[in-house]
């Protein structure tokens, strides 16, 4: 069982920073292919980025050059740094993880990008 706790969400301005933070209950290590999801209104979810224990990075097309994921503390902690964020950014963001087959998902914490 994997409890996985969002927050840093909100809402920016174009152009804007934002830092979202995903608090595992287990350290990321034992499990397979953590990353973040996204969900605009009426849309598909679609990976925003994923990160392997190894350290290698996957980014959706849309986000490359702008978003970062990394760890901490002990990879119990998954992070999204957000940068020059566009209002087509605007979404519900889910960290997720697989532990033994099984996917957890987080509750979401909504981005909204707006003047």
């Known amino acids: 069982q994997v409890q996985l706790v969002e927050s840093g969400g909100g809402l920016v301005q174009p152009g804007g920073s934002l830092r979202l933070s995903c608090a595992a209950s287990?350290?990321?290590?034992?499990?397979?292919?953590p990353g973040w999801y996204r969900q605009a209104p009426g849309s598909q979810r679609e990976l925003v980025a994923r990160i392997t224990n190894g350290g290698i990075t996957n980014y959706a097309d849309s986000v490359k050059g702008r978003f970062t994921i990394s760890t901490a503390n002990a990879k119990n902690t998954l992070y999204l740094q957000m940068n020059s964020l566009q209002p087509d950014d605007t979404a519900v963001y889910f960290c997720?993880?697989?532990?033994?087959?099984?996917?957890?998902w987080g509750q979401g914490t909504q981005v909204t990008v707006s003047s």
């Open positions: 997720s993880a697989t532990l033994r087959d099984v996917t957890y």
């Open positions: 287990r350290s990321l290590l034992n499990i397979y292919g």
